[in-house]
Each structure stands twice: as C-alpha cells, then as structure tokens.
C-alpha cells in the first residue's frame, strides 16, 4: 500500500523549482516508492563551504526539501498544505564532490503532524547526515505551485 495520496504519478516536482532554493541548489527527485521518496543535490561550488566539503546548512535544506515534498504528496493537496516546525540534522561525514543522495521515510504521518526522517548518504551508500524534520498540517488548499502559479 502506498503512502501517498491520490495520483502521485501526474505530479510534476522539478515544474515547481525553478526560482527557488531548490533549483539554486540542483535539487532533484529522483524516485517516488511506495514508502518512501529519494532525491539528489550535487555537491559543487553551490552546496561547499570555504574548507571545501559540503555545507551542513545545503544538508538541511536538502533534507527539509524531501520531507516537505513527502509531506506534500501524503495529503490531500485540495484541503491541507504542510509547513516545517522543526528540523535537526547530525552531520556525521563530510564530502567535497559528487552527489549526495537522501531518502525520506515517515516516522509518523498523522492528521496534524507529520514526522519525517531523511537519510543522505554519499555516491558510496555512506551516511554523511541524518534528519529529522516535523511538518505541521494545515486546513486550506496547497500553496505549492508552478512559477507561473505563484501569488
């Protein structure tokens, strides 16, 4: 059984990135699963820090970026809209080029809070951070939107 609500299948992702952090930083979802959604970030001169090796902070926004499109795909995008309350991250080993792959799994997926680990890892399969984001499920219509689409 599926995770997601209704026809996952049709929704375009990448159409809604352009202008926004997620297209700056070379964001991409790469697979929709059944319990589980992966994506990808390069890891060049727009996600390093100043030694060189990726910035803790481009881990985060990788990391909250799956969980907010997890969040968004286990609604029903006609009456909720999610919203990040919290997020933690352990940075465990760093890394200067490549990708960098993460995996977002639920924790919990309620009426009301959602709670959403995310696993990245490197080309390797080794783990460089661990994430824990919590999402809030509001009553009104998704926001989410193509550029064209953005009030």
Known sequence: MSLWFG????????????????ENLGIEI???????LVGRMPVDHRSVQPA????????????ETLASWAGYL????ERFHVVGMEINANHLRPISSGWVVGTVTPINVGRRVHVW????????????????????????RSTY???DGRG
């Open 7 to 22: 026809d996952v299948a049709a929704i375009d992702l990448s159409a809604m990135a352009p202008g926004t952090l997620i």
């Open 30 to 36: 790469v697979a929709i699963r059944d319990d589980a």
């Open 52 to 63: 060189g090796v990726l910035h803790g902070g481009a881990s985060v926004a990788l990391a």
């Open 74 to 77: 286990a609604v029903d995008r």
């Open 117 to 140: 680990e995310i696993r990245i890892t490197d080309e390797a399969g080794r783990l460089v951070c661990v994430s824990r984001c919590t999402l809030a499920v509001i009553e009104q």
């Open 145 to 147: 939107a193509t550029p």
